[in-house]
């Protein structure tokens, strides 16, 4: 993967995934170039791209016809730009629509203007396949989401496939589980357990656990996610237009949240759905990555205690730049 000296743009890079592969990009030496639009409520911090050699345009992607001359001729696209919260795509479907796929479509259409050929790696999600009907969930599954951010997530994914298909640029979608780790937005409520478990620990507060806890995730640390987008962007022309991307193990949600409260040092508690959530979660999930192991040679690597420890580490160190005001009162000294 020889990224020195070449000039890849990152949507979404000052979000948890896109900043995390801008500063692997940066420090491999390439010429990196961020479009993130800083809307509220999606993630973005300017804290995680702090110290790190990029250049940044702030503004939507639905803009990107606006900045041509600064993404002519780029070869590979990192699209991590969009809003991932479930629950706040059901509270306000229309905002979800324009964020996750009039956005993608514009920018995608302004790309194949000024930079056709592009590589493109695709950030969607396990969200849309909806109620496992099997598991582990490959990619044959069929797709069918219960939620709008998942509907519009597998919409802007078809966008990429068809373009693809129609030799504009070369796209590969990749269906993250829950990724988790340094640079994940802590203040920024629904978006994701993870972040919730998280949060909750730094404040010594009890981690809460909806229902028995007995449903599994496959999370996945931020490094193993960087490395899959990295491998994959770095090959041309893969056999596949969507890949799964997993973590290493199925664990039960009351177990994730044990790990988490035992690094932190605080209490679990056990309480009834929300109302409003119980009608999207889809149960146990685990995923098939077998498709990109064979494909590119990667599985993730990095174990939930491990990543667990290496995420705390670094919110100890850097609270004030990803908690809200109220919470870091409690955290100084």
Not at 76 to 90: D, L
Not at 162 to 169: K, T
Not at 180 to 197: D, I, S, T, W
Request: with cysteine.
């Amino acid at each position: 993967m020889n990224y020195a000296g070449k000039r890849i743009l990152v949507t979404g890079g000052l979000g948890f995934i896109g900043s995390s592969i801008a500063v692997r990009l940066a420090a491999m030496g390439a010429k990196v170039l961020v479009l993130d639009s800083a809307i509220r409520g999606c993630g973005a911090n300017a804290r995680n791209l702090a110290g790190v050699e990029v250049e940044i345009i702030e503004d939507d992607i639905a803009n990107a016809g606006n900045h041509a001359r600064a993404l002519s001729g780029i070869p590979v696209v990192f699209n991590m730009a969009g809003e991932i919260s479930h629950i706040n795509s059901m509270r306000n479907p229309l905002r979800d629509l324009e964020l996750n796929t009039t956005a993608q479509l514009r920018f995608l259409l302004a790309l194949r203007e000024v930079s056709p050929g592009a590589r493109v790696i695709y950030a969607s999600t396990r969200q849309v396949y909806g109620v496992p009907q099997f598991l582990p969930i490959t990619e044959a599954h069929h797709v069918n989401p219960i939620d709008f951010n998942g509907v519009h997530k597998n919409a802007a994914a078809s966008y990429h496939r068809l373009f693809s298909e129609s030799g504009d640029f070369d796209a590969t979608v990749l269906r993250f589980t829950n990724v988790y780790g340094p640079r994940m937005a802590l203040n920024v409520p629904e978006q994701g357990v993870l972040g919730h478990f998280f949060r909750r620990a730094l404040l010594g507060d009890p981690i809460e656990i909806f229902g028995d806890g007995k449903q599994t995730r496959d999370p996945v640390y931020i490094d193993d996610v960087v490395d899959a987008c990295l491998r994959c962007a770095a090959k041309e022309k893969l056999p596949h237009t969507y890949m799964n991307v997993g973590g290493p193990a199925a664990i039960p949600l009351a177990e994730m949240a044990a790990t988490v409260a035992a690094a932190g040092g605080c209490p679990l508690r056990y309480r009834a759905f929300p109302e409003g959530h119980k009608s999207i979660d889809i149960g146990s999930y685990s995923t098939d990555s077998t498709r990109i192991a064979e494909t590119i040679g990667w599985l993730a690597k990095t174990s939930f205690v491990e990543g667990v420890a290496n995420t705390l580490a670094y919110y100890r160190a850097e609270f004030e730049h990803y908690l809200d005001a109220p919470d870091t009162a409690r955290l100084r000294p």
